[in-house]
């Protein structure tokens, strides 16, 4: 019987090793070992290795691109949590009908493609568009602003598409919260504010790690946003990793950005998680 | 189990039925743009000829060579992509050669879009759709008149002009304004006209590939250097805009139709090609994509509205200078002014 049942779980294993081996780890090590190539004269990769692509990430030029992202990546994540976490953290306290309800409304845009919504924030935020039309006919502003293409324009679009994200996992952590814990301290003569300061926020914790996490990572990567929103006048990393794809054809340099870019963003992650989970034991303590 | 045996069964028979139908059915596997080829002409030839079009999309000429490579020229019977691109896949061995005998409209083609760099012995491709970029400008908003590129670094243009975020394009134009060639491999030059470029940027608006011309339109600038069916686009929708035709010299492009070398379905690729270069069917092509019509044949069934609108004629061609490729040094500096001139916009 026993050995029948190992067989069985093998059988279960073993397509998702492959699945990880295939498309996960496949195409990281053949970026690793792209980023160490050099490019051919017009098209292609030679197998000349070199660490000139790594050398050539430290240009102003394009180190430059990388604090862009950083900085926008920390924007989107911060505004979507001032954001998203009240958001949550009352959709969680509705009655159960209200809750699938919101849900839904949550979720329903991801039925439409991203770059689709992204055009309809242009029809939005265009010269004599809803918003300027709006704010005209309140009599707040005279003249047709220049929303468009700016960077407010892109951050609510980050924003706005991430958020989501945020919500989802505040939501599920304030929901999974045990509310008599808050009775306690309440009954042990906490205000309100000091409860949810020193008890609802340090159990949500969980929840706004997770939240920050699935937000920063994508905001780090998403640049057609800028593109679209910013009128391509943001250079991010992931703009730079695209031309160097799609115009410069130069894949190794491509490649050794990619690298950085994951590195730096694991980094980033592990940092975080290291500053949360001591802040966590403190609280415990 | 029955059930399952029936179901077996069932699915093999339609298995059976639709590769049947396969090697019956005559398939044209073409590789373009989305909806670059209009869909009514491509009805009426699947009605006419019986040949089955699966049209696939690229996005970028980039993605599409990376894909035509790896397939090691296969898989396609018929892709249409830029002239810069087909000579990068020329020199790979990618093309296969055209057989005119199959091609009776041949002749139909206008030998002025001929004989270009990536094909100077006409052996591989027909011109699709030719374009010069030029300028275009609202006359109600902008103070100055407008007669070459070096007018966009007017100091009274800030904030109003757009362009199309193509690397080579955008630092082309500058390196015109210093009278130099789009494709010099001087890299001290092309380090200069990075200089040029950056004192550009307060004036930039924005920058985009695809919907320039919608900008200029709903009023977000007021001057625009748009590619040619972009041009007829914006005079379509406001006849008062100005276009400029850049005195420092023209920009030229071709779009053109090539056969890979290990097409499955070269015959119908050839009957496409034929079928496209009937006059009528040209005219019709032209009119909805906004390009040059490279068919002379078709020249009589073109609207005249249409001659009006696209305000460019033949003689304009021998002027217009192609961006080609060039050394991947003078390469990496283009990208490296380009990421820093689109780090100095706001």
Redesign the interface.
């Known amino acids: 019987m026993k050995p029948r049942r190992q067989n069985r779980i093998w059988l279960t294993i073993v397509p998702l090793y492959l699945f990880t081996i295939i498309f996960v780890a496949g195409p990281l090590i053949y970026m690793f070992v792209l980023s160490f190539l050099t490019r051919d004269e017009v098209w292609g990769v030679v197998n000349t290795f070199t660490l000139d692509n790594y050398a050539k990430i430290l240009k102003p030029v394009y180190a430059q691109t990388f604090l862009e992202s950083l900085k926008l990546a920390f924007a989107t994540t911060l505004l979507t949590l001032a954001v998203g976490y009240p958001f949550g953290y009352f959709m969680a306290r509705l009655s159960a009908k209200w809750k699938k309800l919101m849900m839904l409304l949550v979720v329903v845009p991801f039925w439409t493609s991203a770059l689709m919504r992204m055009y309809g924030w242009i029809i939005i935020f265009q010269s004599n568009g809803l918003l300027d039309k709006l704010l005209m006919g309140l009599g707040i502003t005279e003249d047709p602003l220049k929303l468009l293409y700016s960077y407010p324009a892109v951050l609510v679009g980050m924003v706005y598409s991430l958020l989501p994200f945020m919500i989802l996992a505040v939501y599920s952590s304030v929901e999974k919260m045990d509310w008599s814990y808050i009775e306690a301290a309440r009954d042990l003569g906490a205000s309100r504010v000091q409860a949810f300061l020193t008890v609802t926020l340090k159990l949500t914790l969980p929840g706004i790690l997770s939240g920050v996490i699935l937000v920063f990572i994508p905001s780090m990567g998403l640049f057609f946003i800028a593109d679209i929103l910013g009128g391509g006048k943001i250079m991010l990393v992931g703009n730079l990793i695209r031309d160097q794809l799609m115009t410069t054809r130069d894949w190794p340099f491509a490649a050794a950005l990619s690298v950085v870019l994951t590195v730096l963003t694991s980094l980033l992650i592990r940092l975080y998680r290291k500053i949360t989970h001591t802040t966590e034991l403190e609280g415990i303590l | 189990m029955k059930r399952i045996l029936v179901l077996i069964l069932a699915l093999a028979l339609s298995i059976s039925a639709f590769t049947g139908c396969g090697k019956k059915t005559e398939e044209l596997n073409l590789y373009t743009w989305a909806e670059y080829v209009p869909a009514d002409v491509i009805a009426d030839f699947e009605k006419d000829t019986g040949i089955r079009v699966n049209y696939t999309n690229f996005e970028?000429n980039?993605?599409m060579?990376a894909k035509l490579?790896a397939a090691d020229g296969g898989d396609y019977d018929l892709i249409l992509a830029s002239d810069y691109i087909i000579k990068?896949a020329a020199?790979?061995g990618l093309l296969s050669e055209l057989d005119t005998s199959k091609i009776p409209n041949w002749e139909n083609i206008d030998p002025i879009y001929q004989g270009f760099f990536y094909d100077p012995e006409d052996k591989y491709t027909v011109p699709y759709a030719p374009g010069i970029p030029l300028i275009v400008y609202n006359p109600d908003k902008v103070s100055i008149e407008i007669d070459g590129y070096e007018d966009l670094w007017d100091p009274s243009l800030v904030?109003q002009v757009?362009l199309m975020?193509?690397?080579?394009v955008v630092t082309g134009i500058t390196l015109k304004t210093l009278g130099a060639s789009f494709n010099t491999e001087d890299l001290d030059l092309i380090r200069q006209a990075g200089e040029k470029l950056l004192e550009l940027a307060p004036n930039?608006?924005?920058?985009?590939q695809d919907q320039t011309q919608n900008a200029l339109i709903?009023?977000?600038i007021n001057v625009a250097f748009l590619f040619t069916s972009q041009v007829a686009l914006a005079l379509q929708a406001n006849p008062n805009f100005k276009v400029v035709y850049p005195k420092e010299g023209l920009g030229f492009g071709v779009d053109a139709l090539f056969v890979p070398k290990n097409a499955p379905n070269k015959d119908n690729a050839h009957t496409f090609l034929n079928y496209i270069l009937d006059g009528e069917v040209g005219a019709r092509i032209a009119t909805q994509t906004y390009y040059l019509c490279p068919n002379k044949v078709s020249y009589e069934y073109l609207p005249e509205e249409f001659h009006n609108s696209l305000m460019i004629t033949t003689e304009d061609i021998p002027e217009g200078e192609f961006i080609q490729?060039i050394?991947?040094e003078a390469?990496?500096v283009?990208?490296?002014i380009?990421?820093?001139f689109?780090?100095a916009?706001?």
């Open positions: 970028t980039e993605e060579l490579s990068i020199d790979e904030d757009g975020d193509t690397e080579r930039i608006r924005m920058l985009h709903q009023g977000e490729n050394s991947s390469e990496a283009h990208n490296e380009y990421t820093a689109k780090a916009l706001d």
